[in-house]
Nanobody
């Protein structure tokens, strides 16, 4: 039974930063590529960033164009934890953020709210 628990969201002003965390259980975390996805009110789920399960020397990250250069995805396999560092936040980043085991967000946690206003 996969469980993904996100935290770290909040209310911030434009230009500020937040760091999201996601603790995974019920899976061999180190073997899974992981993603962050988000959903704004009235909109579809949007993929934000992904990171491979490869050893750190070969690990690759990818980003949606809308967040490239501002967000950084990372992982700590020893802690079964996924992170998303979000800098230079914009109002359009306001959404419920989920970590997921697939880019579509089919298997995801309960989410953490990020509000930029």
């Amino acid at each position: 039974h996969v469980q993904l628990v996100e935290s770290g969201g909040g209310l911030v002003q434009p230009g500020e930063s937040l760091r999201l965390s996601c603790v995974a259980s019920g899976i061999t975390f180190s073997r899974h590529d992981m993603s962050w996805v988000r959903q704004a009110p009235g909109k579809e789920v949007e993929w934000v960033a992904g990171i491979t399960s490869l050893p750190s020397l070969f690990r690759a990250a990818s980003y949606a164009d809308s967040v490239k250069g501002r967000f950084t995805i990372s992982r700590d396999n020893a802690k079964d934890t996924l992170y998303l560092q979000m800098n230079s936040l914009k109002s359009e980043d306001t959404a419920l953020y989920y970590c997921a085991t697939d880019p579509s967000g089919r298997t995801r946690g309960q989410g953490t709210q990020v509000t930029v206003s």
